[in-house]
């Protein structure tokens, strides 16, 4: 648990917006309780800003009715809820076996050289982040990654400068 949540007295819960609190409400209607709509409440609150600041993680807690350390469990079990604010462009990158077999981790050295990032570091102008995945599920297509809900396969060096150039024009 970070050391912001630790001491959640000093964090002020921010408000959660209208349309984060009926998209809330809708899930709870398929939810049993309260407590299973928690990662369901996290992606919404990441869908509209981006990332679960420590902030938003207190005002879901407390607008589900649930314990903040619960919340924070599921925040940090799940490396697609975002705690840090990340790029524009999130770059999934599958590090499996089918994909290192494949090359990956040339490929991750070439990321690094021309975007400046390496595995849960943004790049300065704010454009990428990079995240490690286990898997993907196309290891016939090995190397891969998404950007953003985009999957990308058969990479090479050259793929992934335009792929780079695409999204930094978006």
């Not at 819960?13 to 928690?38: C, F, N, Q, T, W």
Request: hydrophobic residues 40%; proline residues 4%.
């Amino acid at each position: 648990m970070s050391k912001n949540v630790i001491a959640s007295s000093a964090v002020r819960a921010r408000k959660l917006s209208a349309d984060e609190i009926a998209e809330i409400e809708h899930e709870m209607k398929l939810y049993p309780d309260k407590r299973a709509v928690g990662l369901e409440a996290l992606k919404i609150v990441q869908k509209h800003q981006g990332w679960v600041s420590d902030e938003s993680l207190l005002a879901i807690a407390k607008y589900l009715n649930i314990p903040i350390a619960d919340l924070e469990g599921v925040a940090t079990f799940f490396n697609l809820v975002y705690r840090h604010p990340v790029g524009k462009n999130v770059i999934l990158f599958c590090n499996s076996v089918s994909c290192w077999i494949m090359g990956c981790d040339g490929l991750r050295e070439h990321i690094k050289k021309e975007v400046g990032i390496d595995f849960g570091e943004t790049s300065e102008d704010d454009e990428f982040t990079m995240i490690p995945v286990p898997c993907l599920g196309d290891c016939d297509r090995a190397p891969v990654m998404m950007v953003g809900s985009d999957l990308h396969r058969n990479l090479t060096s050259e793929k992934i400068d335009q792929i780079i150039s695409r999204y930094r024009n978006k």
